[in-house]
């Protein structure tokens, strides 16, 4: 069994075997459900599709994720597993993308608990499923996204609030970067290509495109990137400071 | 074999690790003895490929830890101190993903697990969450995790830390049956384990080694090696008498108990026996010391300190 997978399943035992994860599931199931029927209005707005269900996954994710992500390192510190972890013959990499793929999983899990909604705009009338499909598809990417930096800040500290706290703090900045306030701050003295940087830097610019079921290589190359980046910055932040 | 060749290991500006070099050969048990905050720990993390040197390096058979980490950590088990595991995870599961992690062939894990928990006298807890075992239970499941794939190099740090006497003197036998072609390293604190299980010992402090020896040959350097201690009826007269020998350097007198400590000369304690039956003294106990580690490690480690 590959190293990567070993690790990923261990993880997903762990979560499992604490309320941990029947308390999450629940709790994005009742906020996702909240979101969509009263914030969103669901069945008032006359049409059959998803929009306000997926509207607000950003929000959604901006503090579910963290709560997910938090444990990953931190706790790894606080226990001192990290130091039987990481003296198994495994590379940084592998345990990072182990446990990066077993929580992207588990919100995987998440979402796919949601489909009882997909099959009632199905029974109310005739939606756009491939829509549908690639939102989904756009909505665990940028799930992905958020779970990456969330674990690299993980890794900072042995503290899982902090942890949490970090990783809201960076996904907030990702989340709006590309909303007028923010370039509000920028426009008038940053060049035009910091302008667009920034911009093309927002999660929700790019899952804006896909959830309209537009799936563009541009975003999924987005949210790639993204995820390896804060991934690679992961490991560096493991090897470079292994101890307390 | 084991190479270390000039570890060191500072944080911030602290060296916890200072200059330590030595080689340890398959069939040797190194005991690590030393103070608290010696650096024991940090040298064994440094060897398992957990922490990089701050400079140096250790070839662990011929593979370098820093260069090919991964591979040099294939050869090792280890227990790290305090011994942690995934606390949420029965003892079974923990120890299946360690087995995989290790390599183990698929179809061999189930045996390996099963040989592990049996050399640990876990059966009776195979199926209970670790977090809910005692102590004690965990460290045999932090042993069980170290030797699950027969590693040819076992580095524990403190294995014994926290079992019951039955339990220590079974992992005491565990680990010198196990002694024969592997290279153990072991730190602790308790010395009675360091004259039980090692061949070798290395005395560190500050993050130096002050002593590189056989258990025998520091008990040696005791200076209670070779004394005659005796339980007497009035010591003193018996002392002062006693000093005249040319084989007693001194005699010193310690709660009801006379020392005497030798010269040069050899046969102080047929000495000792000769004079005891022609003055008819009444002796209730007399014994020939063979030393006292726990002197011999304080004098050592107070030389360091003072100096
Ligand atoms: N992460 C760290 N940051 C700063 N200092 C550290 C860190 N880890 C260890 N030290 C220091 O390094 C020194 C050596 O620690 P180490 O744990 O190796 O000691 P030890 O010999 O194992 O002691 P003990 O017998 O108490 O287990 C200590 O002074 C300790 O405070
Ligand atoms: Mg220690």
Known sequence: ?244 | MIEAKSLCKSYGGFKAVDDLSFTVEAGQVLGFLGPNGAGKSTTMKMLTGFLAPTSGTALVNDIDVVEQSVAARRNIGYLPEGAPSYGEMTVLQFLTFIAHARAIAKSEVPESVENAIRKLNLTGVKHQPIETLSKGFKRRVGLAQAIIHDPQILILDEPTDGLDPNQKREVRGLIRAMAKDKIIIISTHILEEVEAVCNRVMIIAEGRLLADDSPQGLIKRSRYHNAVSLVVEAPEKVASSLSELPQVAKAELREGELTLFPTADEGLFEAVTAAIGENHWQVSALRLEAGRLDEVFHSITRKEASA
């Open chain 1, 1 to 244: 069994m590959s190293a990567i997978s070993n690790v990923m399943r261990r993880e997903l035992t762990g979560y499992f075997a604490t309320p941990v994860a029947y308390v999450f599931l629940i709790i994005f199931l009742v906020m996702t459900g909240i979101f969509a029927f009263y914030l969103g209005n669901f069945y008032e707005r006359g049409f059959a599709d998803l929009n306000p269900f997926f509207r607000f996954h950003p929000w959604l994710y901006l503090f579910l994720v963290p709560a997910i992500s938090m444990r990953l390192w931190a706790e790894e510190r606080r226990s001192g597993t990290i130091e039987l972890l990481l003296t198994l013959p495994l590379t940084t990499m592998q345990a990072v993308l182990g446990k990066f793929l077993a929580a992207w999983l588990f919100i995987g899990l998440a979402l796919v608990l949601t489909l009882p909604m997909w099959l009632t705009v199905n029974y109310l009338g005739s939606p756009d499923n491939g829509v549908i499909l690639a939102a989904y598809l756009g909505s665990w990417l940028m799930a992905g996204g958020f779970l990456a930096i969330g674990s690299c800040m993980s890794a900072l500290t042995r503290n899982q609030v902090v942890a949490f706290i970090l990783s809201i703090v960076v996904c907030f900045l990702f989340l709006l970067s590309g909303l007028p306030m923010v370039m509000n701050l920028f426009i008038g003295w940053a060049p035009q290509i910091v302008l667009d940087g920034i911009a093309s830097l927002s999660f929700l610019k790019h899952f804006a495109d896909i959830s309209k079921g537009v799936i563009d290589l541009r975003d999924l190359v987005y949210f790639t990137l993204v995820i390896g980046f804060w991934l690679l910055a992961n490991v560096l932040i493991l090897d470079i400071k292994k101890a307390d």
